[in-house]
């Protein structure tokens, strides 16, 4: 392809609203331009690599035997309130009423769609496993649309469901799709940090993120020095830094020596520092208390304290039956913090926030800053695993400016339930190695999850299995973000002076650069690229009647693999670089064509080994 | 493939609400499903099939050096403001105001989202012409879509967007998109009518259409028994039955022998066909006078009679100035039709259509039925050409139950205007070579179109010139329907078993049918499948534990071109037959191969020649 017969409009000036390198390099290559905040045109030359990007995905799926269809984009809102989500997906989500009145959705992600689908053509267990994928238009309605097509409003998702009789068969595929994951991703050249979320404390579900390291990331992954494990801060557990009692009996026994509960009185002092100045001691010695709202709670509360009037509703018709709305005490060693994301994990609740003023007063009888476990009935104590080992520890005492002293776990009070809900941190201990855990930000690329029978639960999809038993399959669901992965490669692989693109994902394998494309030059300049098309190499050809230091720039900034430069005083030699090399060297033609074949073949075979 | 490895669920039954062939097979061959009322998923096996539609427009597209890009599907409703259509577009157009309250569209289509990437790029002559496409996801929101795909609410269309510094540049280009048009039908092995605008009466800015026959098609074509004239009846033309004077005076000159104009009574006459038994005459002696309402008229009407107080509106800032409403009174010749399409072309309006009663009364100061061009003065009268022939017509004289006799064209009358408003009919003559003209009901599968300044002009695109003057430049647009495109295959290529394939758009080239997939029977499937895989010849391979029945039917049903039937008793020869065929031939395994690789060559060679 020549230049002049294509449009790759480079700028030199970067884009004032630009702050990613990513962003700032496929605007300034001509890869994509912006039509309005978080909408993007790729243009000719980001459509050729984002195709790339796109067949690498579909060939891995092809490979595990995922078949792909083409849903619609826009769909019906009545799928999204079967499945209940109508309701819970938020603002994020772009609802549109057609000229007759009815709902639709502009598809952010296709879990309903496909299990549509799959609810009308299912009959029997012989139909299963099926995994079906798309790689299709989704929309997001972010209220801050930044970072390029890292985080636009709409972008091209590859997302799988599949369908399943057993767990044992999801798993099977959850694995093959979690080894194509990570084919595709060193496909594209990518360093990805794949995130287990079922590693340690959580269990469950198994759910899997990739990651690429990101300052702009909006997750924060907890890593190991010493061996691979990685987690989204969200779930990471850690290796306990106390020593957790067998039972509460060995609880007891611990506290044995401990001086019975005491109260103290503790005037103006209500932050855990004052507490510490106050009492000359330091944080891990207080059960520090913290009240929580949690919304659409699926966990069973009938029998917790305070909880007997509480009942549960369904969302929505053939929504599971939820609490609406119920309040937690959250007991944790004071030097810790609480993880919101593990503790709605914990009681199965959509969210869970800090209770209001108000509502700790009610709960608690006293002002916040008072609260403790000890003694606390008008709501269930969830305590942390870190407090089942404190023997003699200082918690609030229920009333203003009143504390208890010499509180002992399973001797002074007994939590409803004990959990895993800490905020891990760098200098924290790995659940796997001990090794010492560190922090990075990350962006999520692609996800693996077992969703279970939530989907095909909701919308009443079954199959006959061979007993002729009616029964639900079970489900997984596998996404990727095409553009972020796309932006991610070129985060991963530039300079200073452009985009330095993996030989699977450039635009172009080779540029020619002709330094007056004309005569001898002209000639030479033809003759290889016709020779290197014949070997399907792909060429692009800078025939621009451009200064020398403008075509280099250029092709610097645009990032192919490989550059040929064709001068008349080097005839009938030519200059071969890489654009990752600093040096260059003098060819004969036929050996330069060779020499560029084989570079071609090689680092293609290298990225899909 | 093997059949058991995707997913293929072909149906017994035609759905209740598919009454068109390509919707029955597409369902019944599980080539789609319907997520809801016109929306569908493409499945496994009817993706294939659009793939290679897609590509072979694609292909097509890039032979003319037309470049492809990839902009959003919603976009900001901004633009549309600019350009006017987001008053004109109507309900079809799905609108979506985001959770910012903003306005946005999804595409129906792109001229907006073209011209708005292009006026930001565009600086100098030298990027010029410019050609840019896409195929992507649109959306209309019929009404009431049917027939499948071929009237859906979200469709795929390939859209093409040309820029120009000149005519001759639009028209270079415009006749290469007609070239690579007619390859692609070609190529799909579609018998397409292309439908000329621009032959014959209407001229002006060209356009064609490139039509199928189709008995529930939504237009009427209007075609020649003797040569190629084909034409929308929205523009089409025909030759003059009559003779027109070449002028005024001649108009006059021919009306010598006419005696007087005379009023006569015509007690409770009101229709054409009372009018003609009554004064013992047919309808071809009368000039029939409708009044039309107009909408948005570009046409200077400044000078025009009733005209004077009308005034020229922008129905958008930026939007060209138009009437919003004016009224004319078309008269025609008693047996012809006033077609709306035409006389809305003929007055640069918006759309057209018949006066109301109380506005009939207004204007003429007569009930309905007696309107007439003699003596009308308050609203401009547009003359069918028809009319400038009659020398001794009859019509309404502006009053109940009275009409002129004895009306002479350029005598009694002067129209404000002639033109050609009248809709051709089956039985007119060509106005080519005077051959019979015949109709045939058609859908459009693509348009290829001359804009002009439309977009370019009201969205302030401009470009500096060779003399480094500001310019304007002009555009071409192009679609295609690519679900339409394969729904109209399936129409021309079935039989009443199933689809018959056009090899270069069938799923699969060959079909191999194991009678019993097990022993040397898969062996001898399996060893062919490899061979022809290896020869670049797509294969499926029903290896399900059906009755051979069954297979034989669903090998017809889904229309692979090649069936292969192993079974034992035949062994070491297999059956070889053509869909299209009724025979089968046993032949040798290798001369199988090396035949079936022929037929698979020679036929894509045959479409893509």
């Known amino acids: 392809m020549k230049i002049s017969e294509t449009f790759i409009p480079t700028l030199r000036e970067v884009p004032a609203d630009a702050v990613i390198v990513s962003h700032q390099l496929m605007m300034r290559a001509a890869m994509i331009r912006k039509l309005a905040n978080g909408l993007f045109a790729y243009l000719p030359l980001g459509l050729r690599s984002f195709r790339k990007v796109e067949n690498i995905i579909r060939e891995e799926m092809d490979a595990i035997g995922a078949l792909e269809i083409k849903p619609p984009v826009v769909v019906p809102g009545e799928i999204w309130k079967e499945s209940g989500r109508w309701e819970t997906m938020g603002e994020g989500m772009l609802r549109v009423k057609n000229r007759l009145g009815n709902d639709f959705v502009v598809s952010p992600t296709a879990e309903e769609a496909f299990t549509a689908l799959v609810r009308d053509e299912l009959n029997s267990y012989r139909q299963l496993p099926l995994t079906l994928y798309q790689i299709n238009t989704k929309y997001r309605d972010e209220i801050r649309p930044r970072y390029g097509v890292m985080r636009g409003r709409e972008f091209t998702m590859k997302d799988a469901y599949s369908y399943h009789t057993d767990d044992e068969s999801l798993d099977r595929t959850y694995q093959a799709m979690g080894r194509a994951y990570r084919r595709i991703f060193k496909r594209c050249g990518l360093t990805v940090i794949p995130v287990r979320a079922d590693t340690g404390a959580m269990g469950g579900t198994g759910s899997e993120e990739f990651m690429v390291e990101s300052e702009i990331g909006d997750n924060t992954l907890i890593l190991c020095k010493d061996c691979d494990y990685a987690a989204n801060v969200e779930k990471a557990a850690c290796k306990a830094d106390f020593v957790a009692p067998a039972s509460l009996e060995a609880a007891r026994t611990a506290a044995a020596a401990t001086p019975p509960i005491e109260k103290i009185e503790t005037p103006s002092v209500r932050t855990i520092e004052e507490l510490c100045a106050f009492l000359k001691t330091d944080a891990k010695s207080f059960i520090k208390t913290l009240i929580y709202k949690a919304l659409n709670v699926e966990l069973d509360l009938s029998g917790a304290p305070g909880c007997s009037k509480l009942e549960k509703h369904a969302p929505a018709p053939d929504a599971p039956k939820t609490y609406p709305e119920a309040f937690f005490a959250v007991a944790i060693r004071g030097d810790l913090d609480v993880n919101e994301?593990?503790?709605?994990?914990?009681?199965?609740?959509?969210?869970?926030?800090?209770?209001?003023?108000?509502?700790?007063?009610?709960?608690?009888?006293?002002?916040?800053?008072?609260?403790?476990?000890?003694?606390?009935?008008?709501?269930?104590?969830?305590?942390?695993?870190?407090?089942?080992?404190?023997?003699?520890?200082?918690?609030?005492?229920?009333?203003?400016?009143?504390?208890?002293?010499?509180?002992?776990?399973?001797?002074?009070?007994?939590?409803?339930?004990?959990?895993?809900?800490?905020?891990?941190?760098?200098?924290?201990?790995?659940?796997?190695?001990?090794?010492?855990?560190?922090?990075?930000?990350?962006?999520?690329?692609?996800?693996?999850?077992?969703?279970?029978?939530?989907?095909?639960?909701?919308?009443?999809?079954?199959?006959?299995?061979?007993?002729?038993?009616?029964?639900?399959?079970?489900?997984?669901?596998?996404?990727?973000?095409?553009?972020?992965?796309?932006?991610?490669?070129?985060?991963?692989?530039?300079?200073?002076?452009?985009?330095?693109?993996?030989?699977?994902?450039?635009?172009?394998?080779?540029?020619?650069?002709?330094?007056?494309?004309?005569?001898?030059?002209?000639?030479?300049?033809?003759?290889?690229?016709?020779?290197?098309?014949?070997?399907?190499?792909?060429?692009?050809?800078?025939?621009?009647?451009?200064?020398?230091?403008?075509?280099?720039?250029?092709?610097?900034?645009?990032?192919?693999?490989?550059?040929?430069?064709?001068?008349?005083?080097?005839?009938?030699?030519?200059?071969?670089?890489?654009?990752?090399?600093?040096?260059?060297?003098?060819?004969?033609?036929?050996?330069?064509?060779?020499?560029?074949?084989?570079?071609?073949?090689s680092e293609l075979a290298e990225l899909n080994s």
């Open 341 to 601: 994301t593990k503790l709605a994990a914990t009681l199965k609740a959509s969210e869970v926030m800090l209770a209001s003023d108000v509502d700790v007063e009610r709960l608690t009888g006293a002002p916040v800053g008072f609260a403790g476990p000890v003694g606390l009935t008008g709501l269930p104590v969830v305590a942390d695993e870190s407090v089942t080992a404190m023997t003699d520890g200082v918690t609030g005492a229920l009333a203003k400016d009143l504390h208890y002293a010499h509180v002992a776990y399973g001797r002074d009070f007994t939590p409803w339930m004990v959990a895993d809900v800490r905020t891990v941190k760098a200098g924290d201990r790995c659940v796997l190695c001990g090794g010492e855990l560190y922090e990075k930000k990350g962006n999520e690329l692609g996800h693996i999850f077992k969703l279970g029978y939530k989907y095909t639960k909701s919308m009443n999809v079954t199959y006959l299995d061979v007993d002729g038993k009616t029964q639900i399959p079970t489900m997984g669901c596998y996404g990727i973000g095409v553009d972020r992965t796309l932006a991610s490669i070129i985060e991963e692989h530039h300079d200073q002076d452009g985009i330095v693109w993996p030989m699977s994902v450039a635009p172009y394998h080779v540029i020619l650069v002709p330094i007056k494309y004309d005569g001898a030059v002209k000639e030479t300049t033809d003759r290889i690229e016709a020779e290197l098309a014949r070997q399907g190499i792909e060429v692009l050809v800078d025939d621009r009647d451009e200064r020398p230091g403008v075509k280099f720039k250029d092709a610097d900034l645009i990032g192919i693999p490989l550059r040929v430069v064709i001068g008349e005083k080097n005839l009938p030699k030519v200059e071969v670089k890489r654009r990752k090399d600093k040096d260059n060297r003098l060819l004969e033609i036929s050996e330069a064509i060779t020499e560029l074949v084989g570079m071609v073949k």
